[in-house]
């Protein structure tokens, strides 16, 4: 036990004093002699009084004195104990990805040493090195605020910031002790950073046991994609598993593959190697380690892991025979390692949308074919067009420009080098700033005999990305929409130029993003790259908006050490995206030695447990006894009056609440207006999406009704109140726990009550909820111990059709699915001349589909859609579909079948045109 105000304490020397003060009250009586009183011997009194203070009232008045005195003190069961002594206490935190899964632990413990510093009066000063700024040693309790705003960081601290906190600490003036927090792993600096501290003062580490696991970037080898998870120091066999994250086709990011990973006896790291569908491969954004909440157990990818579709046409068929001259060899050995191939005509790879389209010598194009490569290349396509003998013979951009050219060109070819030429073969000029080349070595032996030449033009400075010595475009481009066409004005083959003999050709694809090499970018390829920063990591592996960070050269986004000038997340430049992450490839996790003489203690704290109260509160009934007591004493109170007021006093002492304060909050904000809710499925991303969901429908309702309902909530089957929630959206995942019992018996209450559950498997009822389908199955199981009734796919004639808006479809980001309701009863006769039967006044108890209705209901806080639905126009149109269907749904649970009246007969006649 420990003490918040042990001076206090002192106070129980004043016992023995109040001890005899309260033996001499009340005085001893005066003994004097009278005869007369004989005449009183023999009778009894009725009522007698106590001459002196019986000993047990005054036990009893010492401990109410003494529970006051120790409850004032401020006791505590289980007192965090810093040992380190007096004086002021600086507390040294890593702040590093590698502590992030553990930080609110972290946390935990630097409040109690806080809280102790406290009371022993210490200033504290906290120095995150991650974030260094130069210590102030302050109150403890002022730093108990800020605490909430320490994060860890996505990366280990640099040498630049520990040769700052060095400095800084040589600036404050006397002595401190240190605690410091260690994430385990060894950086650079870190040794110095530890003599620094030592020299002025004791120095103890607090880190947890937990080992650091983080894995490194994924690549892409022999159609496979590599893995590999690090633990920083090698143990016993164990098992990790591996999620790679991406949108679905619908959008919705959602985990698409699962791996495990073994880490063998004394080894520190783990591989496997997944062999993915291509498309499949294409729409992973992320992988991450299971139950590893840090910037080091996440991996980005980009296009790296992507191979692209690249649809090659040529102007003339292969020479039979003669492989070397046909005019997309070159291309195609290119391209092999990194790209697939669409085969076919132009209106036939056109539909499959592929990345890029090369036409090496195609000088004319029908124009279905030049209307439909127009539109292709204005959503964001890529055309590669090269030069030959055909395009140089056509009259293809003489008189103008051509859509599908980048500038008008001259009649015929230009021979600089040939054998009928009397000049020489000409070398490129170095690439300039703007060009997407810039940077490349151009090697010496790369000459063109042959091109095609552009028409001088103002715009043909801006348009050429690559020159010849004497100025003559080679590479000229141009924006088209959203994409861009490229002309080489050589051929693709060596028939014209050296160039496709070259590495640099490869180079100038890869810039190009024709060729999305499927290994590391090499600091060669980034030279003269800028590269802009659009989504960073925190130190948790989460990805946030870059907002307003400048770009980043590309060289440095290779070879840099990642930290404050350089953070980890998704780069682009132009169409290529780099993914920067926290490891690289050669990244080795180094444990962190502490010298022996530095005490090393785990971050495992004990719960503080104040008894004050309980002893003030003792205190309260003991004096409430003696007052009893010393009535009864004096004569003043009989002692069945005594017991009653005594039984009264210990019915009034407080007892354990029905309800928590958390949860009369609770009721309180769930029944001042009305709310809707959503059922927690314990997986995050589903749950944030109902939430969403569930706070597009208020919006919706707010602005087209008068239904004007409060911010929506989650609420868990197990502690929360149904009651006060006339709708729950039910979303199901295949791994929510199955609840309870007495969980399940509040659903019955709920439903018997008027309530309405909406569950929705999200899976577009593939299945049919059956048990070919996981949400499906999970369905059956949770909704097995609920008094359901009977169901129906929603009739034409349901009251749900008509609430609000006149529906026949219920779409959500699925669309064209039956959704169930209670079945009508067996007697329903439509009466003639109304167009809905005459169903009974009772709403349907739950509503079952797989629409995912959150997810097209689902808005920011801004009041923008989160999810895509569809596309176009035919997209937007459904997510209103949606926004009705839910409008309908609340009407239906707050009003009823009130819609089956006949007095709204004419009304609904009108409207559906009988």
Excluded: C
Excluded at 661 to 669: D, Y
């Amino acid at each position: 036990m420990g003490f918040t105000a042990p001076w206090v304490l002192l106070g129980l020397l004043t016992l023995p004093i109040l001890w005899l003060i309260l033996r001499a009250v009340p005085p001893a009586p005066i003994r004097r002699l009278f005869p007369a009183v004989t005449l009183l011997l023999g009778l009894k009194d009725d009522e007698s009084v106590s001459d002196r203070t019986p000993w047990w009232l005054l036990l009893l008045r010492m401990l109410a004195a003494a529970a006051i005195i120790i409850g004032l003190a401020g006791p505590v069961l289980n007192p965090a104990r810093d040992e380190a002594g007096s004086g002021p206490l600086l507390l040294v935190l890593d702040a590093s990805w590698a502590g992030a899964s553990r930080w609110s632990a972290t946390l935990d413990q630097i409040d109690a040493q806080l809280t102790e510093a406290g009371r022993a009066g210490r200033p504290v000063s906290i120095l995150r090195l991650t974030d260094a700024e130069a210590p102030v040693f302050q109150a403890a309790e002022a730093w108990r605020g800020r605490l909430p705003g320490l994060t860890p960081m996505p990366w280990q601290p640099t040498e630049a910031q520990i040769d700052g906190a060095v400095a800084a600490l040589g600036e404050i003036p006397g002595g401190f002790d240190t605690h410091w927090f260690s994430d385990r792993l060894s950086y650079a600096g870190h040794d110095r950073l530890l003599s620094a501290l030592q020299s002025r003062g004791a120095v103890t580490v607090y880190r947890s046991s937990a080992p650091v696991v983080a894995v490194a970037p994924a690549s892409y080898q022999d159609g496979a994609i590599q893995l590999t998870a690090l633990r920083a120091e090698p143990g016993g066999a164990e098992t990790i598993t591996v999620l790679a994250q991406g949108r679905d086709p619908a959008g919705a990011m959602r985990v698409l593959h699962t791996t495990e990973m073994q880490f063998e006896t004394g080894s520190d790291t783990a591989q496997t190697e997944l062999a993915l569908p291509s498309e499949l491969r294409a729409r992973i954004t992320r992988f991450e380690i299971q139950g590893q909440r840090s910037a080091g157990a996440v991996t980005l990818t980009d296009d790296s892991l992507r191979r692209r579709e690249v649809a090659l046409i040529a102007g003339t068929l292969n020479r039979e025979g003669l492989e070397l001259l046909s005019p997309l060899h070159y291309l195609t050995q290119v391209l092999i390692p990194t790209a697939d191939f669409v085969e076919g005509g132009l209106l036939e790879v056109l539909p499959a949308n592929p990345d890029v389209i090369v036409l090496a010598d195609v000088a004319t194009l029908s124009d279905t074919e030049q209307a439909r490569l127009t539109e292709w290349v204005e959503q964001g396509g890529l055309l590669l067009r090269f030069a030959g003998p055909r395009m140089a013979a056509s009259d293809l951009g003489r008189d103008a420009e051509d859509t599908l050219l980048p500038v008008r060109l001259r009649s015929g070819g230009r021979s600089v080098g040939g054998a009928m030429s009397w000049g020489e073969a000409k070398g490129l000029a170095p690439f300039p700033e703007g060009s997407p080349f810039f940077g490349l070595q151009i090697p010496p032996d790369v000459t063109v005999t042959t091109q095609v030449m552009a028409q001088p033009d103002p715009n043909l400075a801006d348009r050429a990305i690559a020159s010849l010595s004497d100025g003559t475009p080679l590479v000229t481009r141009k924006a088209l929409g959203l994409g861009q066409v490229v002309l080489f004005h050589v051929t693709a083959d060596a028939e014209w130029s050296s160039l496709p003999l070259s590495g640099l050709f490869v180079e100038m694809l890869d810039r190009l993003a024709v060729a999305s090499a499927a290994k590391s970018r090499q600091v060669e390829q980034l030279q003269g790259t800028t590269w802009e920063p659009i989504q960073i990591l925190d130190g948790f592996g989460t990805l946030s908006d870059a907002g307003n960070l400048p770009g980043v050269d590309g060289v440095a986004l290779v070879s840099g050490q990642v930290g404050p000038e350089l953070r980890p997340g998704l780069y682009e430049s132009g169409k290529q995206k780099l993914a920067l992450n926290v490891l690289a490839e050669d990244t080795v996790l180094t444990p962190a030695v502490w010298p022996p003489d530095v005490p090393i203690k785990g971050q495992e704290i004990s719960t503080e447990t104040p008894i004050g109260g309980i002893l003030l509160s003792l205190a309260l009934i003991l004096l409430t006894v003696d007052v009893i007591a010393s009535l009864a004493l004096s004569g003043r109170l009989g002692l069945a009056r005594a017991t009653a007021m005594v039984l009264g006093a210990l019915l009034l002492v407080p007892q354990a609440q029905a309800q928590t304060p958390e949860e009369t909050e609770f009721a309180l904000n769930s029944t001042q207006e009305l709310v809707l809710a959503h059922v927690l499925t314990g997986d995050a991303q589903v749950d944030d999406i109902a939430l969403a969901g569930m706070r597009g429908l208020v919006q919706t309702l707010y602005y087209r009704t008068s239904v004007e309902p409060a911010e929506p909530v989650g609420v868990d089957l197990e502690r929360d109140e149904l009651a006060f929630f006339p709708l729950l959206y039910w979303p199901i995942t295949p791994d929510q726990p199955q609840p309870s019992a007495e969980a399940y018996a509040k659903l019955n209450a709920y439903l018997r009550s008027g309530g309405m559950i909406l569950f929705d498997t999200r899976d577009a009822n593939i299945a049919g909820f059956g048990a070919a389908s996981a949400n499906g199955r999970k369905l059956q199981q949770l909704a097995g111990p609920l008094n359901i009734p009977s169901l129906e796919p929603i009739p034409r004639d349901h009251v749900l059709t008509r609430t609000f808006y006149l529906l026949q479809d219920f779409p959500g980001r699925y669309g064209g699915t039956e959704v169930w309701v209670e079945s009508a009863p067996l007697d329903a006769e439509q009466i003639e001349g109304m167009p809905f039967r005459n169903l009974n006044d009772n709403v349907t108890p739950v509503v079952i589909g797989g629409n995912d209705w959150a997810g097209a209901w689902a808005v920011d806080r801004n009041g923008q859609a989160l999810l895509p639905v569809g596309r176009g126009y035919a997209g937007e149109r459904q997510r209103e579909l949606a926004h009705r269907f839910g409008v309908n749904l609340v009407m239906h649970v707050l009003t009823g079948n009130y819609k089956s009246d006949q007095v709204h007969v004419p009304a609904l006649l009108d409207r559906l045109g009988q």
